[in-house]
């Protein structure tokens, strides 16, 4: 026996449920047990409303819903679903023959699976579903009832059926016929739709009118549902009350979710490129200019920096390496001028390499002028200039070219004859 349980309710949370959803039962005002049993499980929700005295009715309903959460399908299928309502329909009569709660115990099933757009129910007894569907409820079961019966045939009005004293018998239960089907329910809903899944104790209490009020008012499903079993008790609350609501989020809304969840997904990717690329950019900006290097005039020297010339938002990027002792003003005025602006080079070794040169071409200049103008290959620059000197005298010449080890490449077969033949006089 579990008659101090007045809640039950299998928490099961099946994965990718977008489903909002909130649930109450309550005992009521007038019994002592609660008989009903619900299982919230998205997509999978369940009501039973147990009968049978003796506290027999809630090990029915309870043993019902157990077996449904168990072999639901994991979507929505009617014919599965069919199959685990008439499992469990075996399982209460079994229980009943081996002495768990009374025979002739009994429970109603509404079990709706609800995914996206797609809602499935299999119905058994007076429990039942309802859509909210653009603010209009429908009742989407049909009661397995006397009263149902009787007002299909004209005989009573649903008014009448509401207060008249057989409004409690069913005709269709869980727990007496082997044979049982349930009525199964197939329906296209749409996202903003609502589903109610209810025991009698609600919709014998509360007026279709009222229930639908309440539906539209209330926006959040948990507090929706308890609001639904308030008013039951405030009416007087004769039965046992369980309440379900659900939101039908929809695939539109669950594709415009999975989009989000996309377009997320692709912001970080694209963020962590942009970082990537501005790390790489910076370590290369870095290396570069830790590296390069570029000759520049300092108080009218030739000063070597590191990093390159000029600056950038205000920023430098050079690093002072020493100042040199060639004055500036000594050097070939297209020079001077590029050295305004900075002479990059790729290294402080070629910078350094580029100073000896200047060097270099300001001793030749610094030698007795007067020959260099009947030469007429410059380029070769300093060590060219230094073989002419002797000039006047070919024949000496060419030991100091040997000796500096500066033979310039268009030094004639002659000169390099020469040499050889100065070093062995
Ligand atoms: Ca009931």
């Known amino acids: 026996m579990a008659a101090e349980r007045s809640y039950k309710s299998t928490p099961r949370t099946r994965k990718g449920a977008i489903t909002a ?90 079990a709706a699976m609800l995914e996206g757009e797609r809602l499935v129910i299999a119905q058994v007894g007076d429990s039942r579903a309802y859509l909210l569907h653009q603010g209009k409820l429908q009742q989407l079961t049909r009661d397995h009832s006397l009263m149902a019966d009787m007002i299909e045939a004209g005989q009573l009005t ?105 377009t997320k997904v692709f912001i970080a990717f694209v963020l962590l490129l942009f970082v990537a690329i501005v790390a790489g950019t910076a370590w290369g900006a870095k290396t570069y200019l830790d590296t390069a290097a570029f000759l520049t005039e300092d108080d009218g020297k030739v000063a070597i920096y590191r990093g390159m010339p000029g600056s950038l938002l205000g920023f430098s990027f050079s690093r002072y390496e020493r100042t040199t002792d060639v004055p500036v003003d000594q050097l070939q005025p297209g020079v001077a001028n590029r050295l305004q602006a900075g002479i990059r080079v790729d290294s402080v070794a070629d910078a350094e390499a580029l100073v000896e040169e200047y060097e270099e071409e300001i001793a030749a200049r610094e030698t007795p002028p007067g020959t260099s103008g009947e030469e007429t290959d410059d380029k070769e620059g300093g060590a060219g200039a230094k073989d002419e000197p002797a000039n006047t005298d070919a024949k000496d010449a060419p030991a100091s070219a040997g000796a500096d080890g500066l033979v310039p490449a ?10 050889e033949r100065g070093d062995v006089a």
Not at 90 to 96: F, Q, S
Not at 217 to 235: H, M
Not at 412 to 418: C, F, G, R, T, Y
């Open 158 to 262: 649903p008014e009448e059926a509401r207060t008249h004293p057989q409004r409690s018998v069913i005709t269709r239960a869980l727990g007496s016929d082997l044979r049982l089907q349930p009525d199964i329910y197939e329906i296209n809903v749409e996202a903003g739709d609502r589903l109610l899944i209810c025991s009698d104790g609600l919709s014998g209490m509360v007026s279709d009118e009222e229930i639908e009020h309440t539906l539209r008012r209330v926006q959040d499903p948990q507090r929706c549902a308890s609001q639904l079993v308030n008013e039951a008790i405030a009416n007087g609350g004769h039965d046992n009350v369980t309440v379900i609501v659900s939101d039908v989020a929809g695939f539109a809304e669950a594709r415009r979710k999975k989009m989000a969840r996309k």
């Open 21 to 110: 959803f909130g649930s109450r039962t309550d005992i009521g005002c007038l019994r002592d047990h609660n008989e009903d049993s619900l299982v919230v499980a998205p997509p999978l929700f369940v009501v039973a409303d147990g009968m049978g005295g003796h506290a027999a009715g809630e090990v029915a309903s309870e043993i019902a819903v157990d077996v449904i959460a168990a072999l639901a399908p994991e979507h929505p299928d009617g014919e599965v679903l069919a199959h685990a309502v008439q499992e469990a329909n075996r399982a209460v009569i079994r229980a009943a023959r081996e002495g768990r709660g009374r025979e002739g115990m009994g429970t109603t099933v509404t």
């Open 410 to 419: 268009s030094t004639s077969n002659d000169a390099a004859n020469a040499s």
